[in-house]
């Protein structure tokens, strides 16, 4: 495997700090509420591919910057998708999500506003979440007709447990 390494890495719509052995990780598409779009995903899979294999990454906070953790899949890039493109996008997410639940080092999502659909699938697939009293979780797709498919409907049952 190829080592990426955290600082080589180019974002446009993610921060990542470093801070005692922890990746801050920010989600930084404030005007969309930082909502998942392909490019948003690809560089969140970098990430995580780089923490993988950087042994001096200890852990990793996932967050929000502005009002919302992540508001959600991109409905504005999605609209124009056929099936198969909509199908690939929500493998491509999942497998994302997948990656950040199998790290093998602790995933904090410290959601500080709006984790809707897939924002709320994303905290599912980490270790442990941390709600602000501005913490609003849901899974709105539904209402659309759309069903959670970054993963949720298999992460909710097992972290609810029987």
């Known amino acids: 495997m190829k080592e990426i390494v955290l600082k080589?890495?180019?974002?446009e719509n993610i921060k990542v700090n470093i801070?005692?052995?922890?990746?801050?990780?920010?989600?930084?598409?404030?005007?969309?509420?930082?909502?998942?779009?392909?490019?948003t995903l690809e560089e969140?899979?970098?990430?995580?591919?780089?923490v993988s294999v950087d042994k001096s990454i200890l852990g990793?906070?996932?967050?929000?910057?502005?009002?919302?953790?992540?508001?959600?899949?991109?409905?504005?890039?999605?609209?124009?998708?056929?099936?198969?493109?909509?199908?690939?996008?929500a493998e491509y997410a999942q497998s994302v999500f997948n990656k950040i639940e199998a790290l093998g080092?602790?995933?904090?999502?410290?959601?500080n506003g709006y984790a809707l659909g897939g924002g709320c699938e994303l905290s599912m697939s980490c270790d442990l979440r941390i709600a602000s009293e501005k913490a609003v979780f849901g899974q709105p797709e539904v209402n659309l007709?759309?069903?959670?498919?970054?993963?949720?409907?298999?992460?909710?049952?097992?972290?609810?447990?029987s």
Not at 74 to 85: F, W
Not at 105 to 111: C, D, G, L, S, T
């Open 44 to 50: 969140l899979d970098a990430i995580i591919e780089s």
């Open 8 to 11: 080589d890495l180019s974002l």
């Open 60 to 89: 990793v906070i996932i967050t929000g910057e502005g009002k919302g953790f992540v508001a959600g899949a991109d409905i504005a890039q999605m609209r124009p998708y056929k099936a198969e493109e909509g199908r690939n996008y």
């Open 145 to 161: 007709g759309v069903i959670p498919c970054f993963g949720g409907t298999q992460r909710l049952p097992r972290l609810i447990g």
């Open 105 to 111: 080092k602790p995933v904090i999502a410290a959601v």
């Open 19 to 39: 801070e005692e052995n922890v990746a801050i990780v920010t989600m930084s598409r404030p005007k969309a509420l930082n909502a998942l779009n392909n490019q």
